[in-house]
Structures are given as C-alpha cells and as structure tokens.
C-alpha cells in the first residue's frame, strides 16, 4: 500500500529578499531609485497608525537598497536551525538566477551552484523539504538588457537556466516552482510602474504576463522530459511541479447584477482563464493569497473599519479557505499554500491570520479539497520589494545591524500547533 506524504508544514523565503549581496535588475534600480523612494514615503505612508514608528526608516534612502538583506547567504544554517526549532518540516525558497548566470547566458558560476547544493543538503539534513522556486522577480542584468520578458524570444533563457540547474542540483529537489506570481510580476513592473523596468500599459502588461506563462509551460515540458529520461539511470528524478500564482478571493456585497457579474468576471479572467492558458501544464496548484475585494456593483467596496496590516492592506485571512474550496472544484491538482501572511511588526495580528488561515485549510479539506501544505509568508523579516525593510512579514525578527534572530510569540505559537497537527497525523 503507498504510503501517504505527511503534510508540508513551514514558512517561505525569495533569494533577492534575504540573502543580500546580490546584483539584478533589482539591485540596479534600487541604487537609481533610493533617493525617489525615500521622497515619496511621506505622501505614500503618512496615513498609516504606526507611520511614527516608520517614519525614520521610510524616509531613509538606505532602506531601500538590498545591502546585505538579511544575510541568509551566510546565515542559512542557523536559520534551518530556527526552522527545525519551529517544528517545521518544509522551506520554500528561490535559487537567484543572477547568482548562477551573471554575466550572459553562456556563462556558469560553478561556486554559486555549489553554494545551493550545500544549502540544500544542509536544509535535507534538518529534515526540511525543499520547495524551490526558479525565478522570483529578479533578472540578471544582461537579460533585462535584451528586453526581459516583454521579448518572447527571451523565454529560451529562463527555459535553459531551469533545465541546466536541475540538473545539477535535481537529485535533492522534489517540489519546483518555475516562476513566482506571474502577475504580480506584470501588474506592479508593467501596468503599475511601480517596480522594475517601471513601464506602463495594460498591453505590455498582459504581453509580460503571457510570455511568463509560456515560459512556465516550457520549463515544465523541458522538466517532465528530463525526468522520463532519468528513470533508466541511478539515479531517477521525480518531479512535482507546481504553477504559482496571486489568488484573491474575490466576493460581493449584495444580489445586484453587477456585482454578481462582477465576481464572476474577476475569478474567470484572473484564475480560470491563466490556468487554462497554462494547459495543465502542472502537478501542482500553489496558492500565494494575501487579498479580498469585494464587489457592490462594478467598484470594489472595502469597508473603512476593517483591520489593516502594518502596509494598509486588509485583513480576511479566513478567505483562504474559500480560494481552496473554488480551486479544488474547478481544477483537479493538489493544492500547496506557498505564501500567505501579514506584515506586523509589533506581532498583534500573526497568530490570529495563522488560525484563520488553518481553519480555512480544514475547512476546504472537508469539502474535498487535496492541500499538501503549508507555508506561511515569511521565515525571516526581509526585504520587501519596494517597500524597503520597514513591513516585517517574519515568524523570526531580524536586527539588520547585528543580523541577530529573534522568534516572534506568534512563530512559537504556530510551532506548537504543527506539533498538535503532526501528533493527530500519526
């Protein structure tokens, strides 16, 4: 009889948000940008409650350059560590691309592969499973110079890296992730303006968008034929690759037409229709969720007296469960959260988005939904994006001066529940 996989259990990472020292297209705008960022975060933040306490650093061109992040690259170890402490037995993290191609495509930093090939072993030897993620967001220099993904004839690239990288390092990874939140990628790059390359047009946006999921339908070919290939040699490859993407749950306020239209246009053009676009080109369904909006008529009505996170974004973690349930009746894969969470510094609403969040597992496992597992947004504080340093998603608080770890109540709360849910698995 096969034995069934204990439930994954853990927390997330991006390379270009931990690490440190690395050198993209992130880290190239960031030093053309700081200085912009920095202007901006008065009119951008002031309305937040906790704007005293964020001011200083909101303010501050130096937070919003990457520097050394929060030093993962050296500091893995200790922070598998941490992990295991955690009761953890997964880690989703990303490999950067422009560690291991930095100058062309032609080009392979054998010492940056050897790096993940230690990572890897170190997180097996904590007991953790890896979920690797290929490319979250970040591009070497010399892809973003020939148009990145706006250009289909640029898609090879990413296709060749995911090949080769796995497989040198394949042996020690089950779980792939291609690419991470295609459209976030497209949104916040291409139709808002607000990241890298910072252009803007629903059409490019939606170009950028497709060619990501052509290029995540490639990958997966490539991956799948290269498995196949291995199973006549010592040591066979078994893949499980997953298609990630945003998921918001999107709902209504009242009976009218056009909020029910509404509704149902957002999740078809938003989830069904890239899922279709993506031709099943996938073992795996994983699910980054952070956001609902709600319909009343064709505008999206969020009432004012909702809680906010630290961000200003809205809080309806138990929505979760209800984008499980809608995935797990309109497409057969498994499930896997792979983000989700909240930024709070001062630790006040993590333990309650966690509970929410694992009734909303339950709930959709009860309707029938297959979730594999579980990993909240984030391991460690890191730097997030555009943002800088200042919205603090991690379980494990970091001091960017001393790099010192500290564990969050919540993260010791969300520890001792694993350990129940583990003790009921047996």
Known sequence: MKQKKPFLWGASVAAHQVEGNNHNQWTTWELQNANVLAAKARPQYDKLPNWPAIKSLATSPDNYISGKAADHYHLYKQDFALAAQLNFNALRFSIEWSRVQPNSSKDWDHEAVAHY????????????????TLWHFTNPDWFEALGG????????????YARRIMEELGEYIHYVIPINEPDTYALEGYLRA????????????????????MTHRAIYKALKHDEQQSQSTDSPR????????????YYRADGDIRSRLAEWASRFVFDDFILFLVMRRY??????????VRFKGFKVYNPPSERRSDLGWGMHPNHLGDVLIRLAKYHKAPLMVT???VADTADIYRKWWITENLKGIQRAQKRGARVVGYLHWALLDNFEWAHGRWPNFGLIAVDYKTFKRTIRPSASWYASAIALFKSREK
Not at 117 to 132: C, F, I, N, S, T
Not at 154 to 159: A, D, P, S
Not at 283 to 292: E, R
Request: net charge positive; glycine share 6%; hydrophobic share 40%.
């Open 194 to 213: 607000e990241w890298p390359p910072q252009q803007s047009g629903v059409v490019i946006s939606m170009w950028v968008y497709f060619n990501l999921c």
């Open 149 to 160: 993904f706006a250009k289909p004839r640029n898609r090879k690239y990413l296709v060749a």
């Open 238 to 249: 078994q893949y499980t690759v997953a298609f990630n993407k945003g998921f918001t749950y």
């Open 339 to 341: 983000e989700s969470g």
């Open 283 to 292: 073992d795996l369904i994983a699910v980054n969720y952070y956001f609902s």
């Open 117 to 132: 090939r230690d990572y890897l072993k170190a997180m097996r030897a904590k007991g953790l499973e890896p979920v690797v």
